[in-house]
Protein backbone atom coordinates (compact mmCIF):
# COMPACT_ATOMS: atom_id res chain seq x y z
CA UNK A 1 0.00 0.00 0.00
CA UNK A 2 3.07 2.36 0.68
CA UNK A 3 6.36 2.96 -0.82
CA UNK A 4 8.76 4.04 2.23
CA UNK A 5 11.55 6.86 1.36
CA UNK A 6 14.58 6.77 3.28
CA UNK A 7 13.63 10.07 4.98
CA UNK A 8 10.67 7.89 6.36
CA UNK A 9 7.86 9.42 4.30
CA UNK A 10 5.23 7.23 2.68
CA UNK A 11 3.66 7.72 -0.80
CA UNK A 12 0.81 6.04 -1.06
CA UNK A 13 0.65 3.50 -4.08
CA UNK A 14 -3.00 3.75 -4.93
CA UNK A 15 -3.55 7.51 -6.22
CA UNK A 16 -6.43 9.68 -4.97
CA UNK A 17 -9.09 7.45 -6.64
CA UNK A 18 -8.92 4.00 -3.99
CA UNK A 19 -11.28 5.63 -1.22
CA UNK A 20 -11.48 2.17 0.71
CA UNK A 21 -7.94 1.39 0.88
CA UNK A 22 -7.06 4.89 2.05
CA UNK A 23 -9.83 4.47 4.74
CA UNK A 24 -8.58 1.47 5.52
CA UNK A 25 -4.84 2.81 6.02
CA UNK A 26 -6.09 5.78 8.03
CA UNK A 27 -7.59 3.19 10.13
CA UNK A 28 -4.74 0.60 10.28
CA UNK A 29 -2.17 3.99 11.15
CA UNK A 30 -3.95 4.91 14.59
CA UNK A 31 -2.35 8.34 13.86
CA UNK A 32 -5.08 10.29 11.74
CA UNK A 33 -5.96 13.83 12.42
CA UNK A 34 -8.45 15.77 10.05
CA UNK A 35 -7.39 18.29 8.18
CA UNK A 36 -9.37 21.78 8.08
CA UNK A 37 -12.67 21.40 6.54
CA UNK A 38 -11.45 23.33 3.56
CA UNK A 39 -8.42 21.07 3.11
CA UNK A 40 -10.64 17.68 3.09
CA UNK A 41 -10.81 15.53 -0.30
CA UNK A 42 -13.58 13.22 0.65
CA UNK A 43 -16.47 13.05 2.28
CA UNK A 44 -15.69 9.91 4.59
CA UNK A 45 -14.58 11.35 7.87
CA UNK A 46 -11.59 9.00 8.43
CA UNK A 47 -9.27 8.59 5.46
CA UNK A 48 -5.84 8.94 4.69
CA UNK A 49 -7.17 11.81 1.92
CA UNK A 50 -8.57 13.69 4.75
CA UNK A 51 -5.71 13.56 6.72
CA UNK A 52 -3.62 16.50 7.79
CA UNK A 53 -0.49 14.57 7.53
CA UNK A 54 -0.71 14.00 3.60
CA UNK A 55 0.84 16.32 1.31
CA UNK A 56 -0.77 15.90 -2.45
CA UNK A 57 1.96 14.86 -5.51
CA UNK A 58 1.14 14.67 -9.20
CA UNK A 59 0.08 10.85 -8.62
CA UNK A 60 -1.05 10.50 -5.01
CA UNK A 61 0.09 11.85 -1.82
CA UNK A 62 3.22 11.23 0.55
CA UNK A 63 2.48 11.15 4.67
CA UNK A 64 4.45 12.93 6.34
CA UNK A 65 4.01 11.69 9.87
CA UNK A 66 7.30 9.26 10.49
CA UNK A 67 6.65 6.02 12.64
CA UNK A 68 8.00 6.04 15.69
Request: charged share 40%; glycine share 8%; proline share 1%.
Amino acid sequence: MWEIAADGTKRFLHGDDAPGLAARAALDCGRFERDDEEECFFDEEVTCYNCRWRRWTAESFTCLRKDG
